[in-house]
């Protein structure tokens, strides 16, 4: 006991001569951050050094539990670790993330000791992304060691004294073992350290002081490395009686020494594997060092570029911002560099970012490390990006197209700088006005529908043609088409194209109506045919059948007055009557079409052809071509039929021919129809008076058909007409 009061009075005395530390001012100048957290998770207090790490001032987290700061991923493994170290009063080396105040993840290694007395985790944390000076920090937190004495009596095989860090170096309850003792102690030596420890420890004779490492089993699972100094007591006669010892828990220092281990084969590896190009350089620019894996990036050897200068790589016109880093570097710690070209071995240059941080007053450095990073693709894209952007401005900016964006209440948020050539407005004029406004009264109701629509998304929107009013107060017709972006970050509402359809409409107007005139004049016209055909009716009846009734009724009144009782009265009278039958059937054949679905096409014309060579006033010559088996739909029969009816009229009655001729062909896709006559002819240029020309070319032209005349006076008349057929049937098929 003296020799300890005479030690413990020395330490005082030479700590005494030590100058007090401002605590404030040390925490301040440590670049780790101390943390202190109660048992709820909740910080208590907070180190100036957090705002360095995670962009934090204390205010802002004091108070405030730790998940509210951890990477959603790393929560639960950290709740599980907090708890843990609650019971086990220590943990290190636990690595997590944290959301830095910008955003950003900062990955974070931690070293903690739970204080049951104060009921509070003290925990020390750095930036894990800075491993090497992480772990050159860890290194020397590892020389504070957790230090336990013990005696041990080797006669009676018992442990007389234990201090009670030896209970928490060795991961025990000290209420549960009352007794340290030699069983416990086996238990928990690692089972491949078993024989090593064996022979040191039950070996006294051979030695008198020893120090030995061998690692332990904590009942929790943990392995702990244990370093013993041990001396051995012995009696008069120089038997040992008994050891004293210290167990130190060295496990922070071993895991930091593999640690650091494998922090340097990890850092070697990047630098040789990594994608970062890692090198040194002086103030001129020589490199001093250059990373391995400068042959997979750039496909330089590293020896090779070692004493050369860096300039010598970078593109010229890229020179000057470099140089101006290099000015800069020598009083500030780091400097990210703008993008710039550096060469390759095969002479193509590639885009780098870089960073430059200041090591010249490093010993082991000396110099300006830079680490760069090929962002050639990156930059190409961007780049790309870029044009396009420009490309969709210039095209959005002066595109016939309008392109607007409305809110949910219909106001302008963003309308194209070409509504000025549009519409004569400039965009300030319009923004913040409602697009109602400015929409003809009678358009208002369908393009709020449409509006309404693209809210609630009844159905996809069609677009709308309305009218708007134009800076001068005309209305122009424009067609808008919207879709709903209300829920993007970007655009926040509808999204409207807008086009001048002003001419267009105009244009479908003029039209509508010149087909209504057509329209008009085509009723005319077969109303004026209707009264022709009617007349020329009349006419037939009236010269030919009226005639021939008026002399049978003549035969037979003279017969049944007894004037004459010649018998061949009758028989006259009946031949006379069948004249008049055959008349009205040749007449009714020339106005009305044949039962179709009960004959074919040939058959009909051939029966119409017939029905007017039996006159003998004109010979018609029949070519069909093709059409034996051939069943037409019934718009193309009826118009066939109707137009070899009025051509054969036509010849009949004004072309003077004796002989003409119908040839029919049917053709892959298409059906022709060709009727020529020998007849006087006509001057197609000179306007005519009938319409059974115009009635004939109508009747091809609804059935999307070709229609050619050829004619001149004094060669006779030919009409080509050629029918797409879009469905054929052949009635034996």
Same mark, same amino acid.
Not at 110 to 117: I, K, V
Not at 296 to 303: E, F, I, M, N
Not at 460 to 479: A, L
Not at 650 to 673: D, F, M, P, T, W
């Given at each position: 006991? #003296? ?18 530390? &401002? ?44 998940? =509210? ?61 800075? #491993? ?31 201090? /009670?860090? !030896? ?8 209420? =549960?073992? *009352? ?15 078993? %024989? ?8 006294? &004779?051979?030695?008198?002081?020893? $120090? ?177 952007? $420009? ?9 016939? /197209?309008?392109?607007?964006?409305? &809110? ?37 109701? #369908? ?22 009013? &134009? ?16 829920? =993007? ?10 086009? =001048? ?28 045919? $209707? ?5 020329? !009716? ?106 070899? $009816? ?26 022709? !129809? ?38 001149? %006076? ?9 029918? *797409? ?9």
């Amino acid at each position: 006991m #003296k020799d300890q009061s005479l030690a413990a009075e020395t330490v005082n005395r030479k700590t005494s001569t030590f100058p007090q530390i &401002d605590p404030l001012k040390l925490l301040q100048s440590i670049v780790d951050v101390i943390f202190v957290v109660d048992e709820k998770g909740y910080f208590q207090y907070v180190s100036p050094s957090c705002y360095e790490l995670l962009g934090y001032e204390e205010v802002e987290i004091v108070g405030k539990s730790f998940i =509210n700061f951890i990477h959603p991923d790393d929560i639960e493994n950290t709740v599980k670790i907090v708890k843990e170290a609650t019971h086990n009063c220590r943990t290190s080396n636990f690595e997590n993330r944290y959301i830095h105040k910008d955003g950003s993840i900062i990955p974070i290694i931690w070293s903690g000791r739970w204080d049951n007395n104060e009921r509070m985790l003290y925990c020390s944390a750095r930036n894990g992304s800075e #491993k090497y000076e992480v772990e050159h920090r860890l290194q020397k937190a590892q020389k504070m060691a957790r230090v336990a004495n013990y005696e041990f009596d080797i006669i009676n095989n018992i442990y007389t004294y234990t201090s /009670d860090t !030896l209970f928490e170096i060795f991961g025990l309850e000290k209420s =549960n073992y *009352p007794q340290f003792t030699s069983e416990v102690f086996w238990s928990l030596v690692h089972p491949e350290d078993l %024989p090593f420890v064996r022979q040191t420890i039950l070996q006294p &004779d051979f030695i008198i002081n020893s $120090q030995h490492e061998y690692r332990i089993i904590r009942p929790d699972g943990k392995i702990a490395y244990i370093s013993r100094h041990r001396e051995i007591i012995r009696d008069e006669e120089g038997n040992p009686i008994k050891t004293i010892g210290t167990l130190q828990d060295i496990t922070i220092q071993k895991t930091g020494e593999l640690a650091v281990q494998q922090s340097e084969i990890r850092f070697r590896s990047l630098v040789e594997n990594g994608n970062d190009l890692v090198g040194i350089i002086d103030l001129t620019g020589k490199y001093i060092f250059v990373g391995m894996n400068v042959k997979v990036h750039l496909g330089y050897d590293a020896q090779e570029m070692i004493g050369k200068n860096a300039f010598d790589y970078i593109h010229p016109d890229d020179l000057r911002g470099i140089a101006e880093v290099l000015n800069q570097i020598q009083y500030a710690q780091s400097l990210n560099v703008a993008p710039f070209r550096f060469i390759n071995n095969k002479g193509e240059y590639r885009w780098v970012e870089t960073t430059v941080s200041n090591h010249l007053q490093n010993p082991a450095i000396g110099g300006l490390v830079t680490n760069s990073k090929d962002i050639t693709e990156k930059k190409l894209k961007e780049d790309a990006l870029r044009l396009s952007e $420009q490309r969709f401005k210039a095209l959005v900016h002066n595109g016939s /197209d309008l392109i607007v964006i409305i &809110d949910d209440k219909g106001s302008f948020n963003y309308i194209s700088d070409n509504v000025k050539s549009v519409l004569g407005y400039i965009p300030e004029e319009m923004i913040g006005k409602n697009a109602l406004e400015f929409i003809h009264p009678e358009d208002i109701e #369908k393009a709020s529908f449409e509006i309404q629509t693209l809210l609630h998304g009844n159905r996809t929107p069609k677009g709308v043609q309305h009218r708007f009013k &134009d800076k001068n107060g005309k209305w122009i017709w424009m067609e808008s088409k919207g879709s709903n972006h209300l829920n =993007n970050e970007t655009l926040k509402g509808i999204l409207v194209n807008s086009r =001048n359809i002003d001419d267009r409409v105009k244009l479908q107007e003029r039209l509508n109506q010149e087909l209504l005139n057509k329209q008009k004049e085509i009723t005319s016209a077969v109303i004026k045919a $209707q009264e022709a055909e009617r007349s020329q !009716l009349g006419l037939e009846l009236h010269d030919n059948v009226n005639q021939i009734l008026t002399t049978v009724k003549l035969y037979n009144e003279m017969y049944l007055t007894g004037y004459l009782h010649d018998k061949e009265l009758l028989v006259k009278s009946t031949q006379y009557t069948q004249d008049c039958i055959n008349e009205i059937r040749n007449i009714s054949k020339r106005l009305s079409a044949p039962t179709l679905g009960k004959i074919s096409i040939k058959d009909s014309i051939k029966e119409l052809i017939n029905s007017i060579n039996i006159t003998k006033r004109l010979e018609i010559i029949y070519l069909p071509h093709g059409i034996d088996n051939y069943t037409a739909s019934e718009d193309l029969h009826t118009s066939l039929y109707r137009i070899v $009816q009025e051509s054969l009229n036509n010849i009949l009655k004004y072309s003077g021919a004796r002989i003409a001729s119908v040839e029919i062909i049917r053709q892959e896709g298409s059906l022709v !129809l060709k009727i020529c006559d020998n007849g006087k002819g006509f001057d197609t240029s000179t306007k005519r008076g009938g319409i059974g020309i115009t009635n004939m070319k109508t009747r091809a032209e609804n059935l999307n058909a070709s229609f050619r005349l050829t004619s001149s %006076p004094g060669r006779g008349c030919q009409i080509e007409i050629c029918f *797409p057929i879009y469905e054929e049937t052949d009635t034996e098929n």
